[in-house]
């Protein structure tokens, strides 16, 4: 089992950055798959991206290729997620969450662990 604890987010002007951290407690958590998603008032949760337990492999959401990070520090238990060029459209509660394989990791409900959320907020 893992718990997660999301911190970074805050107020930034289109064009900015933010960087996004995921504490995860337990000697287990190298072992598992890790996702950011995001949810905006009124709208579905919504995959972000995702990264292997290594690091070795990452996932984006077209949305946010070329714009957004996720990278992982196993020796910190933390899970990051670098937001550049930051557009109003990306302001949304983000969540970190855990699973245990790579299989479907755009779909929310495959992860068995979550975070409680960071606000982020895009001004234009």
């Known amino acids: 089992q893992v718990q997660l604890v999301e911190s970074g987010g805050g107020l930034v002007q289109a064009g900015g950055s933010l960087r996004l951290s995921c504490a995860g407690s337990?000697?287990?958590?190298?072992?598992?798959?890790m996702g950011w998603f995001r949810q905006a008032p009124g709208k579905e949760r919504e995959f972000v991206a995702a990264?292997?337990?290594?690091?070795?492999?990452?996932y984006y959401a077209d949305s946010v290729k070329g714009r957004f990070t996720i990278s992982r520090d196993n020796a910190k238990n933390t899970v990051y997620l670098q937001m550049n060029s930051l557009k109003p459209e990306d302001t949304a509660v983000y969540y970190c969450a855990a699973k245990s394989t790579l299989v479907n990791a755009q779909r929310a409900i495959e992860y068995d662990y979550w975070g409680q959320g960071t606000q982020v907020t895009v001004s234009s």
């Open positions: 990264i292997s337990w290594n690091g070795g492999s990452t």
């Open positions: 337990g000697r287990t958590f190298s072992s598992y798959v």
